[in-house]
């Protein structure tokens, strides 16, 4: 009777404990976004006088080939008429063949193009944010209601596409990594053709898949949200620290390369322990789930930039992933877990780590 009622009232202690924890890993989610989106504004200006570095007499004529046809085809595809065709071809395959998924699938990505299509205009003009091309100056210029080239932030292309390729994502799991692609290819068009900074095109990818999340979910958004947010957090976390890798010399100071190094192995050493959690999971306790060992490799990248600030956006993603996996009182991830998938991130990683070992400083902020 005793190990009964033990039993019982450890149930409802998790029980009760579930929505204190659900609430403290969305608010670390919420800190790391706010962190990054607060660090990467130091990155706009640097960007942006690199790009105009490749074109031609700064303007939006790119002398490379194949950036060219990047920034051109990302303006046509992200565009308006683009986007609204693909809605039209979902819903007339969808009518045509009587199949319902793809007709959901269509009226959704109208709803989602209209109302993100709204919320970046209103945003544009409220925020009122100087295009690139009238970049004079080392800081950001702001005049609300000003008009055509006082609309910079956030880049719609950017917003429309990203939330339409979530709903493709969600109604059509198997394309979303070729979807999430093209979006991402956009996003890059617009950074090179210099129609935006790099913050106007992260805060539509982020206000993108929100209002998306919020759409294809109404009934449950809340729940919706809470997800989007822990989808959106590691990737940003991960630019984050590149791109501060790129932006920053290693510092001459004990603490910063201790830091990196320390990162750098800890990174490879959770690579190696996912790479034998899939082939040897008996080696490791119940407890040595995915979620703590991704956890680690975004640390190790966080510690690899050198930046204290950088690492701590790293803690809180990771720690609200692995509260979010105990919360849920199982393994994050299925069993068998596909193995292209972990070739996939074992490839970003490696891919990471060399983009920040050796293109460490190659964007002076100066």
Not at 259 to 268: D, I, N, S
Request: glycine share 8%; proline share 5%; net charge positive.
């Amino acid at each position: 009777m005793n190990g009964a009622s033990d039993r019982t009232a450890s149930e409802s202690s998790r029980l009760l404990a579930a929505p204190y924890a659900s609430m403290l890993s969305i608010a670390m989610c919420c800190a790391a976004l706010a962190l990054t989106l607060l660090r990467l504004p130091e990155f706009d200006f640097p960007l942006t006088r690199y790009v105009r570095s490749l074109n031609d007499h700064y303007i939006d004529h790119l002398r490379h080939p194949w950036l060219a046809w990047l920034s051109d085809v990302g303006d046509q595809v992200g565009g308006s008429e683009f986007l609204l065709c693909v809605s039209a071809l979902l819903l007339a395959v969808g009518y045509t063949y009587k199949l319902n998924l793809w007709k959901i699938a269509g009226w959704d990505t109208l709803v989602v193009h209209a109302v993100a299509g709204v919320a970046s205009t209103a945003l544009k003009h409220f925020v009122g944010r100087a295009r690139p091309k009238f970049m004079h100056v080392g800081v950001s210029e702001f005049s609300p209601f000003a008009g055509n080239g006082w609309d910079s932030f956030p880049s719609g292309h950017t917003t429309c596409s990203f939330a339409i390729a979530t709903v493709l994502a969600v109604r059509f799991p198997k394309l979303r990594w070729g979807v999430f692609g093209i979006a991402l290819a956009i996003s890059a068009s617009r950074l090179f053709r210099g129609s935006h900074f790099l913050t106007d095109i992260i805060a539509g990818a982020v206000l993108g898949v929100l209002i998306a999340a919020v759409v294809v979910h109404r009934h449950e958004w809340r729940t919706a949200l809470g997800s989007a947010l822990y989808a959106i957090t590691p990737p940003l976390a991960v630019l984050l620290a590149v791109i501060t890798a790129i932006g920053h010399p290693l510092s001459d100071e004990w603490a910063a390369r201790a830091l990196t190094e320390a990162g750098l192995l800890l990174a490879w050493l959770a690579l190696l322990i996912l790479l034998l959690m899939k082939v040897r999971p008996a080696l490791f306790p119940i407890r040595a789930t995915r979620a703590v060992v991704l956890a680690l490799i975004g640390l190790g990248l966080g510690m690899c930039s050198g930046s204290v600030w950088v690492t701590t956006v790293a803690l809180l993603t990771g720690f609200a992933h692995g509260l979010r996996a105990s919360r849920q009182g199982r393994p994050d991830e299925p069993p068998h877990f596909p193995w292209y998938r972990e070739a996939a991130l074992g490839l970003g990683l490696l891919l990471s780590l060399y983009t920040m070992l050796e293109l460490r400083g190659a964007l002076p902020l100066g």
